[in-house]
């Protein structure tokens, strides 16, 4: 299943307009050379009409452009506005009638709906390029992993830092022992749960331009209210902000740190061991503060580390503290590395990461896209800026491409990405039980000392639809 390097390859977006990934593919999509749009499918008519509205505009305004690579993409938009692709409210309908005109599929619904429409892709034998959070169950994830290995098609979660250069610069200087022996990380975010504690009240009439029943997919029937439309605020349609934010702000230590090795057949592990602390337990939403602590074991020669997720709101005119007192270790740890006031000012923002080692430490941005080591004269002399060893990427988008077209497989592929987002929803697992210590076997897939924990690691699809 490839394309030589001068065909197009078509298209089916799912998920028109609303999430960065939707508008690169729908929005962006003259960025990507011999790349077109065959098919397109959302529930919400609205979206699509302001995707529409963009390519108008672009038709009409590109053709006297003063930038080059505009006025050579007004005749792809002004095709594109005039043709409008064939648009589709239910994705298993567009895969059934549009099989045989599409080569690979992108998704960019909510959150809740990644993981069934990427299923079906996959069934389909098409490439897939999901917008992470990849699933919002364990269950999902490791369906997912299991259907790119048996369908062997090009894969990619849309963590969009996995393709710059200092993120690949970072996962080899942790692989490779320059910080010395890494047992203890910090990820940090600074936006707290919005902690609902009721279900939204009222009765609504849907929108014409929605089709709700599409809209939940396989979730559970419950009657239309605008606030369900919620991206990270409902547990059931979204792992909260720590699905928004972690697969940014945990890739460069779950890739570096080599955790997915946890989950290879054969391997005799202990559990990985997760607890939280909460400002309260909260099983509707998200409550306003986490402190999430995984405890990973020990993966060939790479010592057992602990990460802990750090996530709270922003206080209004000071710095983020994150959860209480997180603030002040991760401070410590940087002063205690040779940081300044200054670094700490830089680096301990809305959102990062921070790897702590045996001879010192990197901090990274929100997307890892950007590091620092201290101390700084330690490490003057290590090369910072690009890969040494892993291939340099093309863009995050285009590596995907790439590989439907029979290159290699992309780092965020669904192989790696699985156990990554099993890994993630393993840690909203762990804040519904808050207190308790759940241990997980990442081969077998299940929690072995807590029945209610492991029950929560899937959920029952509504009569009709299947991963």
């Known amino acids: 299943f490839t394309y030589q390097a001068n065909e197009r390859l078509e298209l089916a977006v799912v998920g028109m307009a609303g999430y960065a990934n939707a508008v690169t593919f729908a929005g962006g999509i003259h ?44 005749d792809l938009y002004a095709r594109l506005a005039n043709e409008k692709p064939p648009l589709y409210d239910d994705f298993r309908r567009m895969l059934d009638e549009a099989a045989d005109r599409i080569d690979a599929v992108t998704v960019a619904t909510p ?16 490439p897939v390029f999901a ?19 048996a369908q062997k098609v090009a894969t990619s979660m849309g963590n969009q830092g996995t393709a710059s250069p200092q993120f690949r610069r970072g996962v080899e200087i942790v692989r490779e022992g320059v910080l010395g022996p890494v047992k203890e990380v910090h990820v940090f975010f600074s936006r ?12 609504h009439e849907v929108p014409r331009e929605l089709n709700w029943n599409l809209w939940l997919a396989q979730l559970a029937w419950r009657e239309y209210h605008p606030a369900w439309i919620n991206r990270v605020g409902w547990r059931g349609t ?20 080599e955790i997915g ?19 309260e337990i909260n099983r509707l939403s998200y409550p306003t503060w986490e402190r999430i602590r995984w405890e990973v074991p020990a993966r060939g020669e790479r010592p057992p580390v602990t990460l802990t997720w750090h996530h709270g709101p922003l206080p209004q005119g000071r710095p983020a503290e994150y959860a209480p007192g997180s603030r002040q270790r991760l401070e410590t740890l940087l002063r205690d590395h040779g940081a300044t006031d200054r670094d700490v000012a830089e680096w301990l923002v809305y959102a990062g990461a921070l790897l702590v080692g045996g001879r010192g430490i990197l901090v990274t941005n929100s997307h890892n896209t950007r590091f620092a080591l201290f101390p700084r004269e330690r490490f003057a002399d290590v090369p910072q800026d690009r890969p040494q060893q892993l291939p340099a990427s093309p863009g995050h988008y285009q590596e995907w491409v790439n590989a439907c077209r029979g290159d290699r497989w992309p780092l965020a592929n669904f192989t790696y990405a699985g156990p990554f987002a099993e890994f993630i929803a393993l840690g909203e697992v762990a804040t519904r039980f808050a207190g308790e210590v759940l241990e997980f076997d990442p081969v077998a897939g299940r929690i072995r000392n807590h029945a209610d924990a492991h029950a929560a690691l899937s959920y029952e699809y509504r009569a009709g639809w299947r991963l």
Request: aromatic residues 6%; proline residues 6%; glycine residues 6%.
């Open 31 to 74: 960025t990507l050379p011999n790349v077109g749009i065959r098919v397109t499918c959302d529930v919400d008519l609205r979206k699509v009409a302001r995707i529409y509205s963009l390519w108008e505009q672009r038709a009409r305004e590109w053709p006297t452009s003063a930038n080059a690579a505009e006025r050579s993409a007004a």
């Open 238 to 257: 979204s792992l909260g902000e720590l699905g928004n934010f972690a697969p940014h702000t945990a890739n460069l230590a779950f890739m570096g740190l």
């Open 111 to 126: 959150d809740h709906s990644h993981a069934v429409i990427a299923a079906a892709a996959l069934r389909a034998g098409k």
């Open 261 to 279: 090795r946890l989950w290879e057949e054969g391997s005799a592990a202990p559990p990985i061991r997760v607890s939280a602390e909460c400002s």
């Open 192 to 203: 707290g749960g919005q902690n609902f504690r009721q279900p939204p009240q009222g009765v």
């Open 131 to 149: 917008e992470k959070p990849l699933t919002i169950s364990v269950h999902e994830a490791r369906a997912l992993r299991r259907l790119t290995v």
